[in-house]
């Protein structure tokens, strides 16, 4: 069975983030956080809740030199952090995203070979790190057509290259199958490729369009859920959306759409 996590950032929004985790939990998923330094560590430790993912990092770029050794700082403080809560991965994008979803350092077209080179030797850098620590980071896709505009190696194609081209076991991917429908489409056709590869990590939902709930939109996730179950697929599937109403509706629906 695949374990179940609901991103706090995302729903109860009226309530203190420690009462989000505490809601989280108490409805049987575990938690997931952005940005660890907007939040008081030692208030999320008290609490009950388990906590499955974090940002790794907090600011800094795969592309350039740079951006590059500013990644990797922060995501040795990102470590730290992580140890705090117990939780066992730490995800990264292309670079690092303002308030809005905006790259800090965009990209226009395709990232060159000395980009991807540098991402190469950074990621690996990044994978070491983790395995020295014992958590895993995880290199999320993301969709550059509505939400994340100029972000370097963005599409699930590139981000599973990436990882694979690394081949260490503290990197993964984060599959983020709403970024990959807008993005690519063919869910189910990428989601048994990352996983014949050995390479997922997370695997992140959201329906499209609106990045509410299951459900709500066009993905059939309970046929994405028997495909899971069909792989032997037993990590984590998160749900990082916006509740479309109801907050507590919107767990339920994600708990059913994968409960076979």
Not at 192 to 197: E, F, I, K, Q, S
């Amino acid at each position: 069975m695949v374990t179940l996590a609901v991103c706090a950032e995302m729903v109860f929004r009226d309530r203190p983030i420690q009462e989000r985790v505490r809601r989280i939990h108490d409805a049987g998923f575990q938690a997931e956080i952005w940005d660890w330094t907007r939040h008081d560590l030692d208030a999320l430790a008290r609490t009950p809740a388990d906590f499955s993912s974090m940002t790794g990092y907090i600011s800094g770029t795969l592309t350039d030199e740079d951006g590059a050794a500013e990644l990797l700082r922060t995501a040795e403080e990102s470590v730290k952090a992580a140890e705090h809560l117990s939780c066992p991965r730490l995800n990264l994008h292309g670079t690092g995203l303002d308030g809005r979803g905006l790259p800090v350092v965009p990209v226009t077209g395709e990232p060159d070979g000395p980009m991807r080179a540098t991402a190469h030797r950074t990621l690996t850098r990044i994978a070491e790190l983790g395995e020295s620590a014992g958590v895993v980071f995880t290199l999320e896709n993301l969709n550059t057509a509505v939400d994340h505009p100029g972000v370097p190696f963005a599409r699930a194609a590139d981000t599973l290259a990436l990882v694979e081209a690394v081949d260490r076991p503290g990197l993964r991917m984060n599959l983020d199958l709403y970024h990959a429908q807008i993005g690519e489409g063919n869910l189910i056709e990428l989601v048994r490729r990352a996983h014949g590869l050995g390479l997922i990590g997370e695997i992140q939902i959201a329906d499209v369009p609106g990045r509410c709930e299951p459900g709500t939109g066009e993905i059939n996730y309970p046929a994405v859920a028997r495909v899971l179950a069909d792989l032997g697929y037993d990590g984590t599937v998160a749900m990082e959306a916006w509740a479309s109403g109801d907050d507590d509706l919107a767990l339920d629906r994600f708990r059913a759409a994968f409960t076979l």
